[in-house]
């Protein structure tokens, strides 16, 4: 596990890198992408992917919404790096490869599995972000 955690704090703070995110943020994005892909490991035995992922990507939307307030740097900064260890990049080239091999049925099984867990990511950074709206304005 603590391998993982290593591999999906590098996986994300070298991505922003490309976003040209400024060197300061780099330690913070990473540490998103290490907490979501942390509560997506503990979750992931006892529940579908899909359900951990969204969970996953509900924690990072939100530690994104605070390190935005505490760094004041945009929350797209370290909310697309921290969804980095969550996206499901691997299952959508199997599906393809799949598609090319004239394997259609697993195909779209790998395909809807892909489709669900990017839905699901969408899904929890638009939660985090209700919600992180709706606690700025009751303190207002």
Do not use: H
Not at 31 to 54: C, E, R
Not at 106 to 123: E, F, M, N, R
């Amino acid at each position: 596990m603590i391998v993982q955690l290593l591999t999906s704090f590098i996986a994300s703070a070298t991505f922003c890198i490309l976003f040209n995110t400024p060197r300061r943020m780099l330690l913070p994005c990473g540490l998103a992408g290490m907490l979501g892909w942390m509560v997506y490991l503990l979750l992931s035995p006892d529940w579908k992917p899909v359900v951990a992922t969204f969970f996953a990507t509900v924690i990072v939307g939100a530690v994104s919404q605070i390190f935005a307030r505490v760094f004041k740097m945009p929350v797209i900064i370290f909310s697309v790096g921290g969804i980095i260890p969550l996206v499901p990049g691997g299952l959508a080239y199997d599906a393809m490869r799949r598609f090319v091999e004239d394997d259609y049925i697993t195909a779209l099984q790998v395909a809807v599995q892909a489709l669900l867990l990017s839905g699901a990511i969408a899904a929890g950074l638009v939660l985090s972000e209700v919600l992180g709206q709706m606690f700025r304005r009751r303190r207002v």
